[in-house]
């Protein structure tokens, strides 16, 4: 039996049968059918349940007159993620990418944070979180593209166009380009991936570590550091998706 948080132990007791019956129906077999659900999609339905609880209380309370704190906060956010969507894309109407954007960020945000509270752990520490988020990001920015420009979003797999270059030669630098393409397309999900996962990893073992070894003075400089850290790799997951983004639904395609 793997080592489990209280939350996993507790939806394992729950949910463990109808779980383990759902996997073997699907031709999963469980590793180990007492426990199907691993801490990491614990953490992270526990990071869902928490933002559907923020949503809905910031919902309830939205006034044009009279914002509270929290509708700023969340107005800052919505702004902040709007705006740099303008900057990096251009064009007009990129509010509409506005909600994906801000809803990856809060989330990986929110799942890197919530290693600092005893008794859970960062499922970004675990490479198949942040890989989970990159293949939505993939997903989102291809369909997008698609979207945007039809099966013309096709051609620029194929490199730019190649003018004044006969047709038997413009075949193998296509299909080059289409491999060189295709190649950087998939690298992306596995850059998204590794840099958000090594990060949140090296900063959950490095707090974990001077937790255990250091009174409790050195170990808050630590958690300030993991804080820096998790803003920061959030910032620069949300940026990348924006600039891929770009590439996928900018004009000059």
Request: net charge negative; charged share 10%; aromatic share 12%.
């Amino acid at each position: 039996m793997p080592e489990q948080l209280w939350f996993t132990a507790l939806l394992n007791h729950l949910f463990a049968v109808p779980v383990t019956v759902l996997l073997r129906a699907l031709s999963i077999e469980p590793k180990y059918p007492q426990a199907p659900i691993p801490n990491s999609l614990s953490m992270e339905l526990l990071v869902f349940g928490f933002l559907l609880a923020l949503f809905l209380a910031v919902r309830a309370q939205l006034s044009v007159d009279n914002p509270g704190g929290l509708q700023h906060l969340f107005e800052m956010v919505d702004g902040f993620v709007n705006n740099q969507s303008n900057e990096i894309i251009g064009g007009h109407h990129n509010e509409r990418y506005t909600p994906f954007l801000a809803a990856l960020l809060y989330f990986i945000l929110f799942c890197n944070l919530i290693g600092l509270v005893p008794g859970f752990e960062s499922p970004t520490a675990l490479a198949v979180v942040p890989l989970g988020c990159a293949i939505c990001a993939f997903v989102y920015y291809q369909a997008q593209g698609f979207q945007h420009s039809g099966a013309k979003y096709l051609l620029h797999f194929f490199g730019p166009p190649l003018e004044g270059i006969p047709l038997i030669g413009r075949i193998p630098l296509m299909a080059l380009m289409l491999l060189i393409e295709t190649a950087s397309h998939l690298a992306r999900v596995l850059s998204l991936t590794v840099r958000l996962y090594a990060n949140m990893f090296a900063g959950d073992m490095v707090t974990l570590v001077f937790f255990s070894l250091i009174p409790l003075v050195i170990p808050i400089a630590f958690m300030g550091l993991h804080i820096f850290v998790s803003l920061l790799q959030t910032y620069i997951f949300v940026l990348l998706t924006t600039v891929y983004l770009q590439g996928s639904v900018g004009e000059e395609h």
